[in-house]
């Protein structure tokens, strides 16, 4: 997978993300920064001003793809499309006759996403992932946890989006917390819990969780190693992408623990 020790790429994981067991403990997304309406966050809705780097194949920016259309703000960003499967140097931007609709980063220019956390904090040290949101301004990532990012699109973006239906309505809020912290526990982590085991005991544990409950979840196989774990096991864990889940639902998921804290991210 690889991430970037002290600003510098390596190609190696994050030893805190591996409990003593084996087991998948997914770590903070490191910035947590907002844009908001009234630019009271020093990032104000600005059509034009931001950028984003995805993956057609990543669950997490999926949903973050599906907010623009849903808001109608696909004209508000521009956006970069990495190639899909496991890089030597992770998430790649490049012109690829395989992968026409995966585009280069016209904004920058980075051919890698960890150019983008470098350059934004040059000692960084975690992991580089996507969707991340970037401020063409400050030449700085404001966030790269997927469930901000949704929910800055769905209330920010007012008298810019070309709809303002609001997906997160207070009246259902309690509900839509609920379902994501079940969908989120079981489904979508859950089969990064299975996918980044790293003991046999470790994958079991993960496993016996996924099939009580019967669910399913999205599967990144550009990110995870199934090392000793059954192929099978690995393929039957792709079978329910999130997209599948409701707007509402998906206004207020979380793509990592970090969501849930009581207020200190951005990320994987």
Same mark, same amino acid.
């Given at each position: 997978m690889g991430a970037l020790i002290e600003g510098h790429w390596r190609e190696e994981e994050l030893p805190q993300e591996t409990s003593a067991r084996g087991e998948f403990a997914r770590i903070d997304s490191a910035f947590r920064d907002r844009i908001t309406a009234d630019g009271s966050s020093g990032y104000p809705a600005e059509a034009g001003r931001y950028h984003l780097y995805v993956a057609w194949n990543c669950p997490w920016a999926h949903r973050v793809l599906i907010f623009l259309a849903l808001k109608k703000?696909?004209?508000?960003? *521009?956006?970069?499309?990495? =190639? &899909?499967?496991?890089?030597? /140097?992770?998430?790649?931007?490049?012109?690829? +006759?395989?992968?026409?609709?995966?585009?280069?980063?016209?904004?920058?220019?980075?051919?890698?996403? /960890?150019?983008?956390?470098?350059?934004? %904090? &040059?000692?960084?040290?975690? $992991?580089?992932?996507?969707?991340t949101l970037w401020d063409r301004k400050t030449r700085r990532i404001v966030n790269n946890e997927s469930s901000e990012i949704i929910r800055m699109l769905n209330s920010e973006f007012k008298g810019i989006a070309g709809d303002d239906t609001d997906f997160y309505p207070a009246a259902l809020r309690a509900e839509i917390d609920r379902i994501n912290d079940f969908v989120?526990? $079981? =489904?979508?982590?859950?089969?990064?819990?299975?996918?980044?085991? $790293?003991?046999?005991?470790?994958?079991?544990?993960?496993?016996? =969780?996924?099939?009580?409950?019967r669910t399913?979840? !999205?599967?990144?196989?550009?990110?995870? %190693?199934?090392?000793?774990?059954?192929?099978?096991?690995? +393929?039957?864990? %792709?079978?329910?992408?999130?997209?599948? =889940?409701? +707007?509402?639902? !998906?206004? *207020?998921?979380?793509?990592?623990? +970090? *969501?849930r804290r009581p207020s200190s991210r951005a990320t994987t």
């Open positions: 703000l696909e004209r508000a960003f *521009s956006v970069a499309y990495a =190639i &899909p499967g496991l890089r030597e /140097h992770g998430w790649t931007f490049e012109r690829n +006759a395989e992968f026409p609709d995966c585009t280069p980063d016209e904004v920058n220019g980075f051919r890698f996403l /960890h150019q983008a956390y470098a350059a934004a %904090s &040059p000692r960084y040290t975690g $992991k580089v992932t996507v969707p989120y526990t $079981k =489904i979508n982590n859950g089969v990064y819990r299975c996918g980044f085991a $790293k003991s046999q005991e470790a994958y079991n544990a993960a496993w016996a =969780i996924r099939r009580r409950r399913g979840g !999205c599967f990144q196989p550009s990110c995870a %190693s199934t090392s000793h774990i059954s192929r099978s096991s690995a +393929a039957t864990a %792709s079978a329910s992408p999130t997209s599948r =889940i409701s +707007a509402a639902t !998906c206004a *207020s998921s979380t793509a990592c623990r +970090a *969501s």
